[in-house]
């Protein structure tokens, strides 16, 4: 049972709107065309784990929670690729996605990756799920459960060659998951109870802890106004006759303002004034945004010139229309 679903991490949906709203003339603006390739990439490689993971297990005794953030007693964040939680053994799964070979040299810790002949140094794996499982042996202790921890990282990307690292923690493809799974059934027999389990999935729910999103950048960097996705971004559209079209295409998108004030949130703010509306989206009359404001049903505080409204996190695939 998937307790905590994989959501698009904000880091890509941040590179994803700079990739529609960054002039490509913008000197920042191939950086952020790889990085959101990267993470596209690195994005699909967990939905395909999650995937196989959820298609190898029992719903009725393999409770999942994908992408788990926390902050630990000490104050410092976690983010956890995959927690598997079962009668016998909680699971601690980090997921990589590298092209090129892979290396781990113990004594310095110090994991690279080689590719067309350049040398890269990459985060430790080993280092961070170990960490991770520190903070859940510690907690485990605290709450009284007593679940034996186990690692996996696994290779998302069936090219990648895995070359010398270290037998523990196992770093395998995505393709050996049957395998480990069945040598943990066989390794563990049930040491707590479903209710146990369930109390652990609560504690670990009422703790989970987003990271905020922090990058913001000046308007004057970006391209303002709805933009036309079939144009590929390039054309700002125009508000006629309740709907938004394409001077470019002609394509007519009552829709199209949802990207666009996703955009706006996640460069910008998450709150919008009316005339911030209008200066965004190009339009003079303070009646028509008040009216598109409506309709949009955002939720707002405050009054008069001070009302600002909430652009919610979901507004692309919940929008009114
Ligand atoms: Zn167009």
């Known amino acids: ?55 190898l297990t029992k719903p009725e005794k393999h409770f999942f929670i994908f992408n788990y953030e926390c902050i630990n007693e000490f104050g410092f964040p976690h983010q956890i690729d995959t927690l598997l939680l079962s009668p016998e053994f909680l699971l ?6 590298i092209s090129g070979r892979v290396d781990y040299e113990e004594d310095k810790h110090q994991l690279t990756r080689t590719l067309e002949n350049t040398i890269e140094s990459f ?20 709450l009284k459960i007593p679940l034996p921890i186990e690692y996996a990282i696994v290779s998302s990307n069936p090219s990648t060659i895995i070359g010398k690292i270290p037998k523990h923690p196992p770093f395998f493809h995505a393709s050996g998951l049957q395998f480990y799974l069945n040598k943990l059934e066989a390794k563990y027999k049930p040491v707590v109870t479903n209710e146990q389990l369930v109390e652990l999935a609560n ?47 002609r394509v007519r998108n009552k829709k199209a303002i949802l990207q666009a004030l996703d955009d706006y949130r996640l460069l910008v703010n ?48 919940k929008g009114p229309f």
């Open 123 to 142: 985060t430790n794996p080993f280092a961070q799920i170990r960490r991770h499982g520190q903070y859940f042996f510690r907690l485990l202790k605290r």
């Open 203 to 249: 504690y670990l729910n009422s703790n989970l802890k987003r990271s905020e999103a922090k990058n913001h950048i000046e308007l004057c960097h970006i391209k303002k106004g709805v933009l036309c996705e079939i144009c590929n971004y390039e054309f700002q559209m125009h508000y006629k006759a309740g709907t938004w079209c394409c001077p470019k295409c």
């Open 92 to 97: 601690i799964i980090e997921i990589k996605n």
């Open 1 to 55: 049972m998937i307790l905590l679903e994989r959501k698009m991490p904000n880091k890509l949906s941040f590179a994803n709107a700079l990739v529609r709203r960054l002039n490509n003339k913008h000197e920042h603006f191939d950086y952020y065309v790889k990085l959101a390739n990267r993470l596209q990439a690195g994005y699909k490689g967990e939905l395909f784990v999650d995937r196989l993971l959820v298609e």
């Open 270 to 317: 998450n709150y919008i004034t009316n005339q911030e509306f209008r200066e965004f989206f190009g339009i003079d009359s303070m009646h028509v945004a008040s009216k598109l404001l409506a309709r949009l049903g955002l939720t707002s505080e405050g009054e008069k010139r001070g009302r600002r409204y909430l652009i919610p996190e979901d507004i692309v695939n």
